[in-house]
């Protein structure tokens, strides 16, 4: 009797066990995990659209990069290096140096987005172009070591025309908006860009001198400088009330 009762409780255990590895079995094919659930955390995915068109800063945003693109003195710094007395021999040097820079800052551009993010990115890029044109508005023919600073300095600001586009309005207006809101950005900026030259240009025509296209490039950016960094900060502290909404 002893015996059977011993054998017995063996196999009651026994099949407790057997019941026990089913049930997980069955939970881990069917995804039932019975472990405690992780709170989901609220992901910002862009503005309405609708909700987007209704901030000033959406529009100081766009007419800042059309204004950029309109007023970058890249277009008059190849006439200007020959109006102030370069050789050809010097400026195709400045232009390859710039070539290659522009190359390495595409990379170093998209390293810096990923570990500072948009704010520090964009205004490296816009001090940069700003420090170009200062000093092309002070070079003189014996300040070469200068031209070839302001060559580099331009490379570094130049992503912001190219690949920043794109990473801007995804960062500043979100993805749910992404289409429409690149759409109007890109077309603005290439508008400024057909612009450029002719605007720049303009001046020379009449005074034989890029003093005039100099100065308004610079207060151009920075205006840039100011606004820019005025509307960040406002979409910024309305992506985290709209987060804190949801």
Not at 22 to 27: A, F, G, N, T
Not at 54 to 66: D, E, G, S, T
Not at 221 to 236: G, P
Request: positive net charge; aromatic residues 8%; charged residues 20%.
């Amino acid at each position: 009797g002893k015996i059977t009762k011993i054998d017995a409780l063996g196999v009651a255990k026994l099949a407790a066990k057997v019941g026990a590895s089913k049930d997980k079995i069955e939970d881990e094919e069917t995804g039932n995990s019975k472990q405690p659930k992780k709170q989901k955390q609220t992901m910002w995915e862009g503005f309405d659209y609708e909700n987007l068109r209704r901030k000033p800063a959406y529009y100081a945003v766009i007419i800042c990069l059309a204004v950029y693109a309109l007023t970058s003195a890249g277009s008059i710094s190849t006439p200007h290096y020959k109006d102030i007395g370069f050789d050809g021999e010097f400026i195709a040097l400045i232009l390859s140096i710039g070539s290659i820079g522009l190359a390495v800052a595409k990379i170093l551009v998209g390293i810096l987005y990923d570990r500072c993010g948009i704010k520090i990115t964009v205004n490296i890029c816009l001090f940069t172009a700003l420090a170009s044109k200062l000093i092309l508005f002070i070079i003189t023919a014996e300040m070469k070591a200068a031209a070839i600073v302001g060559a580099v300095l331009s490379a570094i600001a130049t992503p912001l025309e190219t690949v920043m586009i794109s990473i801007i309005v995804l960062d500043l207006f979100g993805k749910k908006c992404f289409n429409q809101t690149l759409a109007i950005t890109t077309s603005l900026f290439t508008i400024g860009q057909a612009l450029n030259s002719p605007l720049l240009n303009l001046p020379y025509d009449f005074m034989q001198s890029y003093t005039v296209s100099f100065v308004v490039s610079i207060v151009a950016s920075i205006v840039v400088i100011i606004a820019l960094n005025l509307s960040m900060i406002s979409l910024k502290r309305d992506v985290k009330q709209d987060t804190l909404m949801r």
